[in-house]
Antibody
Framework: EVKVLDSGGDLVRPGGSLRLSCVVS????????MSWVRQAPGRGLEWVAT????????YYRDSVKGRFTISRDNSKNTVYLQMNSLGPEDTAVYYC??????????????WGQGTLVTVSS | EVVLTQSPATLSVSLGERAILSCRAS??????LAWYQQRPGQSPRLLIY???TRATGIPARFSGSGSATEFTLTISSLQSEDFAVYFC?????????FGQGTKVDLK
């Protein structure tokens, strides 16, 4: 059974930093890309970042480039999202999601329960 | 970036009726399109990928069609658990983008 458990969300002040974590099980972690997708309160879904299976290939949406870093530790079946210089526009529930196939950036077939990041003074 | 426009924003349907949801892309995404269902307070759930392939465990009443810029999700006979928000997503180009969602509620 595939499990995706994301965590690390918190209340943080503007300009602050936070690291989200996502631990997975039930599949060969290094064979699949992993992504973070966020959802602002009452809003739609927004893709944030993707890391390929080895972690060497990474992709970001423009609004987080230079501020967020996605990384993974395949020995721990864990993917991270380091978020720096946070602003109110980053307030959202952040979901960790597994890609369906081995190809980077396809559809997302398993999702975590989400972790809430609130940026406010 | 590829903009996905979903219509209608809200679809009011009776139990047992058919629902047809639309997703239009601002440029061709080939068949690289997925549909997700999100129930209140829950994470999204993959329904359809590659425009028309049902994901594992998805009931046959859900079907997807289309290619290039025009896509449709059809729910053949609405069940109570199908009242939710539905999102389309393209994975043909970076950045990956989602539609704004269609809410299916009870008529």
């Amino acid at each position: 059974e595939v499990k995706v458990l994301d965590s690390g969300g918190d209340l943080v002040r503007p300009g602050g930093s936070l690291r989200l974590s996502c631990v997975v099980s039930g599949f060969t972690f290094s064979s699949y890309a992993m992504s973070w997708v966020r959802q602002a309160p009452g809003r739609g879904l927004e893709w944030v970042a993707t890391a390929g299976g080895s972690g060497a290939a990474t992709y970001y949406r423009d609004s987080v480039k230079g501020r967020f870093t996605i990384s993974r530790d395949n020995s721990k079946n864990t993917v991270y999202l380091q978020m720096n210089s946070l602003g109110p526009e980053d307030t959202a529930v952040y979901y960790c999601a597994k890609t369906r196939g081995a190809v980077v950036g396809t559809s997302f077939d398993y999702w975590g329960q989400g972790t809430l990041v609130t940026v406010s003074s | 970036e590829v903009v996905l426009t979903q219509s209608p924003a809200t679809l009011s349907v009776s139990l047992g009726e058919r629902a047809i949801l639309s997703c239009r892309a601002s440029q061709s995404v080939s068949s690289n399109l997925a549909w997700y269902q999100q129930r209140p307070g829950q994470s999204p759930r993959l329904l359809i990928y590659d425009a028309s392939t049902r994901a594992t465990g998805i009931p046959a009443r859900f079907s997807g069609s289309g290619s290039a810029t025009e896509f449709t999700l059809t729910i053949s006979s609405l069940q109570s658990e199908d009242f939710a928000v539905y999102f389309c997503q393209q994975y043909n180009r970076w950045p990956r983008t989602f539609g704004q969602g269609t809410k299916v509620d009870l008529k």
